[in-house]
Structures are given as C-alpha cells and as structure tokens.
Antibody, heavy 118, light 111 residues
Framework: EVQLVESGGGLVQPGGSLRLSCAAS????????MSWVRQAPGKGLEWVSV???????YYADSVKGRFAISRDNSKNTLYLQMNSLRAEDTAVYYC????????????WGQGTRVIVSS | QSVLTQPPSVSGAPGQRVTFSCTGT?????????VQWYQHLPGTAPKLLMY???NRPSGVPERFSGARSGTSASLAITGLQAEDEADYYC???????????FGGGTKLTVL
C-alpha cells in the first residue's frame, strides 16, 4: 500500500530542536516532490516546505532559516529538521507527496504532533 | 491572514447544494496556477478532493465539482450528506512566495 508514516514529534522547549521523519512505502521519495504541512491548534493548514526530485528546497517565510527539509533515498525517508523552535511552531505536522496526480498532494501521512513549551 | 481567502463557514441541510469560494491574487490563482481542494477532519490526514481546478481523483463522488474564473475558484457539493461535514481548504502555488498557499479553510456544517 502506498503510504507515508510520520514520527519524531514530541514536547520540546522553546529554542530547542527536533527532527521529524516521514517513511514512504510503495514509492520512492526522490521520484516525486515531497512537502511538509502543519496545522496549529485551532488554525488552518499551513504549507511549510518542499523538496523537489532534483533536490531543490523551498520554505515558508515563517520557518525559513530555522527548518531544513531533506531526504535519505537509501531509507526512502523524508525529514524535517526543526531548530530554534518557538511556541508558534506547535502543530500537527503532516508529510505529503506531490506530483503524482498533476501538481496535487495525493498521499498524506497521519501526522505527528509537536508541542513547543517550557 | 491567509494568502487565499475563504469564508470561515458554510452550512446546508442534507440533500442541498453548497459552494465554497476561494479568492486569490495575480501571483497564484490569477497567474494560472492550478487550484486543489482538500477535505480535512482535524487530527486525520487531509484528503485530496479536486485537482487541476475541476478534476476529481478516483474515489471522489461526482457530487463534488470544481470551477475557476480569474483570480477565484470554487468547490460545489450537491446532495449534501452528513458525512460531508468537515473543513475544506483550497490550495495553489504562489510564484512570488515560491511555495504553496492554503486558504484559511471553510467549516461545513450539515444541519
């Protein structure tokens, strides 16, 4: 079954770091572009970052300079390294596959929760 | 403030037709970038409902339809069902931000 499974969420203090993982099954992460999307409590969905098949990366202004998206093709896994975390980064983080169905994100993970609090 | 503008809520009775609007700018929808629509229940994975403005992925009922005009797009649901109650988001690419932008989401209540 084609699926994405996130992990790595948890409680972290402001200023701390966390790395999220997103393991893919039945497709290879470097064949498509992969994104992270988040939803803060009581808020809407927010696009966070993308990595294209060729390796180019882009970020939302809210996380630029603090977050880094990457992938390990040998492990078929997408990552989001989050540094200098702030309370406003508290959210459920989803990974998603793009480019298989036009430019839409057709496969999503179940999400992993990140709480930034002292 | 989201780059794409959606009304916060919409409601309808079972069997009725409801529409969701999504208004963008000249750097996203107005620039010709495709609009996608997602159905989301918080805490679950968002579900792709519409891509390329008006195309339904396999498995999405014909009750769902999409349209686009100028800097705006819309999603319509006919024959409203209780199971349709969820949050609905539009999404498009923005050339000035070099990334994707979501609408703020519209909460659908089935009366």
């Amino acid at each position: 079954e084609v699926q994405l499974v996130e992990s790595g969420g948890g409680l972290v203090q402001p200023g701390g770091s966390l790395r999220l993982s997103c393991a893919a099954s039945e497709f290879t992460v470097d064949t498509y572009y992969m994104s992270w999307v988040r939803q803060a409590p009581g808020k809407g969905l927010e696009w966070v970052s993308v990595i294209y098949g060729g390796g180019s990366t882009y970020y939302a202004d809210s996380v630029k300079g603090r977050f880094a998206i990457s992938r390990d093709n040998s492990k078929n896994t997408l990552y989001l390294q989050m540094n200098s975390l702030r309370a406003e980064d508290t959210a459920v983080y989803y990974c998603a596959r793009g480019g298989a169905v036009s430019d839409a994100f057709d496969i999503w993970g179940q999400g992993t929760r990140v709480i930034v609090s002292s | 403030q989201s780059v794409l503008t959606q009304p916060p809520s919409v409601s309808g009775a079972p069997g009725q037709r409801v529409t969701f609007s999504c208004t963008g700018t000249s750097s996203n929808i107005g620039a010709g970038y495709d609009v996608q629509w997602y159905q989301h229940l918080p805490g679950t994975a968002p579900k792709l409902l519409m891509y390329g403005d008006r195309n339904r992925p396999s498995g999405v009922p014909e009750r769902f339809s999409g349209a686009r005009s100028g800097t705006s797009a819309s999603l319509a649901i006919t024959g409203l069902q209780a199971e349709d109650e969820a949050d609905y988001y539009c999404l498009s690419y923005d050339s000035s931000l070099r990334g994707w932008v979501f609408g703020g989401g519209t909460k659908l209540t089935v009366l």
